[in-house]
């Protein structure tokens, strides 16, 4: 243990972030302390904002031999509470948001390398730069960062085609706890040389050490889209058609998103500028995209086909086709905005849930009678990406009530959903991650052998607990 007083350790630690490395006014520290739901409030003395690996290298160094607690933090997006210290004021944070450079581009080799602090819509432009796709898309891009993406494992929009943010690295690096550098940046797609450790860090949400910089996979920027919302029959036809889709379009399908009737009319109400763009009102939606090497025409000739028959088997029941990129992204608009327009109806209580593809509707209709006896009178707003067989399972009060009682149920019903889940093999946080927000919940839902496991990858990476302590385990 150190024999450095807490306002040396802080002092230096400050000179070791360098000049305009670190924060410590009230008012630049206090976003950091706050998680973006707002569901905590820490406190720090200090955030560093290092700019190069080795820097970050040698403040963890000395964190580790202080027995100093670190926070990384990238976009703070994230719905789970990763990124804020805890209320003790002992955990110093670390942004990784000077380390922001693009490092190369590599079109040939489909890749990317970058700083864990770019933004995704940084990764995405610089690709599109070269002609090629960064496939990984959120409606937090903007602020996001590739190290958060990482870190949560992130999912997004495209995983039916091209997987979660795990599928898409090649390779990382990252600074251990005690300071040491790992790194495997070669852009290989093939290298079965022990043990495939990057995979330790991805999904880990800082526990483990601070991812600095990747490798991502570049693929072939499509030529063309096309995209429709679709009415569908019921619940039970978007299974259907997502299958036939990806069946008969050469498993083209990028998208595949679910909206139900109450999250469309609260996107209408909320969202300036959004309309439903069928005439009549539907219980169930979709909004599907393909994307295609082949011309627009072509692309659009083979959506109208395949809605066409899906209309023919009465698996849909009407659907408006995107004919103009504004209309795209009007209908991607709808979708994005579903959860700001969620929030104007009062709190909610959110589920981030996966299943089989197979067994979401009969999922969605038990949880819905379930959290309809538990909370009489609530709105349940089930939505996103069925063709991952995730779904945000979200409850809303009854319409006006602004009764804080209301949220005070959340645990009661998360629990029911979470049992629910658990009877279905699924998962209680499909993409968001663990955080600080269903760390008691893993070790209920996780048998005690992969407790086990998970305990002793932690304890071997990270022997002295520094690394953001009190998330996960
Ligand atoms: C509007 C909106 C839409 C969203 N949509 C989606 C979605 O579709 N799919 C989805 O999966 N998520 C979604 N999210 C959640 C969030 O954007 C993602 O989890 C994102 O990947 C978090 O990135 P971040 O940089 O903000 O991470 P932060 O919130 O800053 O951190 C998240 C976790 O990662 C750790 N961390 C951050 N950077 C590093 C690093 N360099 N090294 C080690 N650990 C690190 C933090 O300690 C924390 O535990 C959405 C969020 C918003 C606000």
């Known amino acids: 243990m150190t024999t450095l007083t807490r306002k040396e350790i802080l002092s230096r630690l400050k000179d070791l972030a360098g000049p305009g490395g670190y924060l410590e006014d009230r008012v630049d520290v206090e976003p950091f302390e706050v998680d973006f739901r707002k569901l905590y409030k820490g406190a ?12 970050i290298s040698k403040i963890m160094k000395f964190c580790f031999e202080t027995g100093t607690a670190v926070v990384p933090a990238g976009g703070n997006t994230g719905y789970c509470g990763g990124a804020t210290p805890d209320e003790s004021g002992e955990q110093i944070v670390l942004s990784l948001a000077r380390l922001n450079k693009i490092r190369s581009v590599d079109p040939m080799n489909y890749t990317l390398t970058a700083d864990a602090g770019c933004t995704l819509v940084q990764v995405q432009e610089a690709a599109e730069q070269v002609q090629r796709l960064f496939p990984l898309s959120l409606g937090a891009e903007g602020s996001c960062h590739l190290g958060g993406n990482l870190s949560t494992n992130a999912g997004g929009t495209a995983v039916l085609r091209y997987g979660n943010t795990r599928d898409l690295v090649l390779g990382i690096e990252a600074v251990l706890p005690d300071g040491r550098i790992v790194e495997n940046l070669k852009g290989l797609r093939k290298d079965n040389t022990g043990y495939d450790w990057k995979n330790l860090f991805i999904g880990a949400e800082g526990t483990l050490g601070i991812i600095t910089g990747a490798v991502l996979k570049l693929f072939p920027t499509p030529r063309s889209y096309g995209t429709a919302m679709v009415a569908l029959r019921d619940l039970d036809a978007s299974v259907e058609l997502l299958s036939m889709l990806r069946e008969r379009s050469g498993d083209a399908v990028t998208t595949f998103e679910l909206i139900p009737r109450l999250a469309m009319e609260l996107a209408c109400r909320h969202i300036d500028g959004v309309k439903d763009p069928l005439d009549q009102p539907y219980d169930w939606y979709a909004l599907m995209e393909l994307s295609c090497a082949t011309d627009e025409v072509q692309t659009q000739e083979l959506l109208e086909t395949l809605l066409g028959e899906a209309f023919e088997s009465e698996v849909i029941q009407d659907a408006a086709l995107a004919n103009s990129g504004a209309q795209r992204e009007a209908m991607w608009r709808m979708r994005e905005n579903i959860p700001e327009a969620q929030s104007h109806e009062g709190p909610s209580i959110k589920h981030d849930v996966s299943v089989q593809v197979s067994r979401m509707p009969a999922f969605i209709r038990e949880a819905t009678t379930l959290v309809k006896k538990l909370v009489p009178g609530c709105r349940v707003v089930s939505y996103g990406h069925l063709g991952d067989g995730n779904v945000h399972f979200n409850l809303s009060p009854s319409e006006g009530d602004r009764d804080p009682i209301f949220l005070e149920q959340a645990k009661r019903v998360n629990h029911a959903v979470h049992e629910l889940i658990a009877q279905y ?18 070790a209920v839902y996780k048998s005690e052998a992969e407790i086990q496991l998970m305990r002793a990858i932690k304890a071997a990476l990270d022997p002295t607990g520094i690394m953001n302590p009190g998330k996960v385990l």
């Open 44 to 55: 720090t003395p200090l955030v560093l904002r290092p700019d190069s690996t080795e820097r």
């Open 425 to 442: 093999g699924g998962s209680i946080s499909a993409e968001h991650g663990i955080g600080r927000l269903k760390r008691d919940e893993l």
